[in-house]
T-cell receptor
């Protein structure tokens, strides 16, 4: 069983739409959680950390559900520039990356 | 100033050759990593060093040998390159606990022909 599972998508949404990604993890002892963004042919970049209480950064909201062992990312009012692959990351004794969810925002 | 820099950015080489990729970070981080991202875009850790000491060594062919001369540098040497080694290799660094996330280099796109 993989440490982290993500729906690879692709998600194709119109500008202005709200889109949500989920990610499940297998190790209940996982400590830290993140969402990374990776643009085509670029390196992954930290988008936001995910806290138990949930956290928001502008149009982006991340949530953690420890009981069900999943994290989520909600993007409101999608922009063309949001098109990228979104990777969830879960830490145990190392970082475990999901395979990424591809998002394309269509004009 | 580039936080995590790796060279070269592109590397095209023939099977059987030996090549090295270099990585340097100027963030003062204690821990550095090598990740491999294959054609399916899956990022998999290969090695991790903390203050020059190897702490993670995943199941990687022993043709791959990391070397950390100091905590700001982590190089990757690959012997007898094979077609299956073609991938993007990312260097990354973090403070010791990693709770603040990783910073990645821009990647080295290795193509073995």
């Amino acid at each position: 069983r993989k440490e982290v599972e993500q729906d690879p998508g692709p998600f194709n949404v119109p500008e202005g739409a709200t889109v949500a990604f989920n990610c499940t993890y297998s190790n209940s002892a996982s400590q830290s959680f993140f969402w990374y963004r990776q643009d085509c042919r670029k390196e992954p970049k930290l988008l936001m950390s995910v806290y138990s209480s949930g956290n928001e950064d502008g149009r982006f909201t991340a949530q953690l559900n420890r009981a069900s062992q999943y994290i989520s990312l909600l993007i409101r009012d999608s922009k063309l520039s949001d098109s990228a692959t979104y990777l969830c990351v879960v830490t145990g004794n190392q970082f475990y990356f999901g395979t990424g969810t591809s998002l394309t925002v269509i004009p | 100033d580039t936080a995590v820099s790796q060279t070269p950015k592109y590397l095209v080489t023939q099977m059987g050759n030996d090549k090295s990729i270099k990585c340097e970070q100027n963030l003062g981080h204690d821990t550095m990593y090598w990740y491999k991202q294959d054609s399916k875009k899956f990022l998999k850790i290969m090695f991790s060093y903390n203050n020059k000491e190897l702490i993670i060594n995943e199941t990687v062919p022993n043709r791959f040998s990391p070397k950390s001369p100091d905590k700001a540098h982590l190089n990757l040497h690959i012997n007898s390159l094979e077609l299956g080694d073609s991938a993007v290799y990312f260097c990354a660094s973090s403070p010791w606990s990693g709770v603040y996330g990783y910073t990645f280099g821009s990647g080295t796109r290795l193509t073995v022909v």
